[in-house]
């Protein structure tokens, strides 16, 4: 399951989702201002609470990362 965590007013969410978007790549979007409890999710797993962070089942990529994503053969 891909999962785009991202925050309202952010450029570059909006960037990284319109861009997985139209790669056709599917993703649940977590805004972290409407779930707050996903600031410790995004701390274990890159150290510090920062969106856009774009998790795979192989990747977890950060900002501008996530516009150089290409889906992976399933």
């Not at 139209?22 to 890159?46: D, Q």
Request: hydrophobic fraction near 35%; glycine fraction near 6%; charged fraction near 30%.
């Amino acid at each position: 399951m891909n999962i785009l965590y991202m925050m309202d007013g952010c450029t570059r969410c909006h960037k990284a989702k319109k861009y997985l978007e139209a790669k056709g790549t599917p993703f649940t979007e977590i805004n972290i201002l409407e779930e707050p409890h996903t600031a410790s999710t995004l701390m274990e797993l890159i150290g510090e609470v920062y969106t856009p962070v774009f998790v795979t089942d192989k990747k977890i990529l950060k900002g501008d990362e996530i516009l150089e994503y290409e889906k992976e053969a399933t």
